[in-house]
């Protein structure tokens, strides 16, 4: 499963890059805002950062409007996926720029009917949304499953982006599922390095070793 790191904060991408954790980035408008930096600025700065995708997001409601943003934003770098909302703007926006060669992430999915359509468009990738369905009490984890089942059913190279990520279990269970891609808060990559029984046995190798009064020279 590829992670990609869901944030515009530069020191967290390159912590994270350097360790080799972090296959693609994604934004979206309120990331942007929390970054207190330019769109376009920062977008380009992350794209030159990694190799792999760099989602940033339109947000124009119309499918002509979305194109133009779409298109400026896909000038920034070639690693650029245009983010589009799943409407039907969004839809007809989606089939208009992977015809010209664009990856496209359709974003805000929330149902399997969602997806299968965003997939029709020619979508690079689909974000389903686990955290926010999580929130209302519906499970985002059963989503992704259909989808998976859905795309396998009919071969849909569409890859599914597990997103709204909040735990170290949604990650284990996107990765069981056979999501192609999460996009996680680097927090929750960083947490799936934790166990306490990690802590507790290096706590006690560490004990026995000072009473062996020995170093490693
Ligand atoms: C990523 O593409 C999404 O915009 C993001 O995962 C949304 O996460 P949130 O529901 O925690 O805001």
Redesign the pocket.
């Known amino acids: 499963m590829k992670f990609?790191a869901?944030t515009a904060e530069i020191d967290e991408i390159a912590e994270l890059a350097a360790l080799g954790m972090v296959d693609g980035v994604?934004?979206?408008p309120?990331?942007i805002l929390k970054s207190g930096r330019d769109i376009l600025e920062v977008t380009r700065e992350i794209a030159g950062m990694i190799d792999g995708p760099v989602?940033a997001?339109v947000v124009a409601t119309e499918a002509e409007a979305m194109l133009e943003e779409g298109r400026r934003l896909a000038a920034i770098a070639p690693n650029i996926a245009v983010?589009l909302p799943l409407t039907w703007d969004g839809l007809r926006a989606c089939k208009a720029l992977a015809s010209e060669g664009t990856m496209v992430?359709v974003?805000?999915c929330f149902s399997a009917n969602q997806a299968l359509l965003a997939a029709k468009a020619g979508a690079t990738f689909i974000?389903p949304?686990i955290?926010?369905l999580d929130d209302i009490n519906i499970d985002g984890m059963e989503l992704i499953a259909d989808i998976r089942t859905i795309y396998d059913n009919y071969g849909f190279e569409t890859q599914i982006?597990a997103?709204?990520?909040?735990s170290v279990n949604h990650m284990k269970e996107a990765a069981l599922i056979g999501a192609d891609v999460a996009?996680?808060?680097p927090s929750v990559i960083r947490r799936m390095a934790a166990h306490p029984l990690t802590d507790k046995g290096l706590a006690a190798f560490l004990a026995d070793w000072e009473k062996t009064g020995q170093k490693i020279v």
């Open positions: 990609f869901d994604t934004t979206n309120s990331l989602s997001e983010k992430n974003t805000l974000s949304f955290g926010r982006l997103a709204s990520i909040r996009t996680a808060p």
